[in-house]
């Protein structure tokens, strides 16, 4: 079992900043990806920015430009530097890890709580 706690989220206005942070624990055997997901009102989650150990991303066009994301695999935490905010960046936010656990080296992939980011026109 893996765990993710999400911190981070908030209300800002448009143009302002919030840092996203989310700390993985549990049983893992390695770490292959770990990212940000979101889901606005109506939608379908869509990817936002993965990362892998190795330093590899892969982000949405977009939040291109404007997000960053970093991890500290020391600590199995994922960040998500937000800036240059718009309003249609209003969603519940996801971290994301696929892992492989187990003899077997099963890949699974978890899903944080979510936090709530909203920014105000």
């Known amino acids: 079992q893996v765990q993710l706690v999400e911190s981070g989220g908030g209300l800002v206005q448009a143009g302002g900043s919030l840092r996203l942070s989310c700390v993985a624990s549990?049983?893992?055997?390695?770490?292959?990806?770990m990212g940000w997901y979101r889901q606005a009102p109506g939608k379908q989650r869509e990817l936002v920015a993965t990362?892998?150990?190795?330093?590899?991303?892969n982000s949405s066009d977009s939040v291109k430009g404007r997000f960053t994301i970093s991890r500290d695999s020391a600590k199995n935490t994922v960040y998500l530097q937000m800036n240059s905010l718009k309003p249609e960046d209003t969603a519940v936010y996801y971290c994301?890890?696929?892992?492989?656990?187990?003899?077997?080296?099963?890949?699974?992939?978890?899903w944080g709580q979510g936090t709530q980011v909203t920014v105000s026109s």
């Open positions: 990362i892998t150990p190795g330093g590899s991303t």
């Open positions: 994301y890890i696929k892992v492989r656990q187990g003899s077997l080296r099963t890949i699974s992939n978890y």
């Open positions: 549990g049983s893992i055997f390695s770490i292959n990806a």
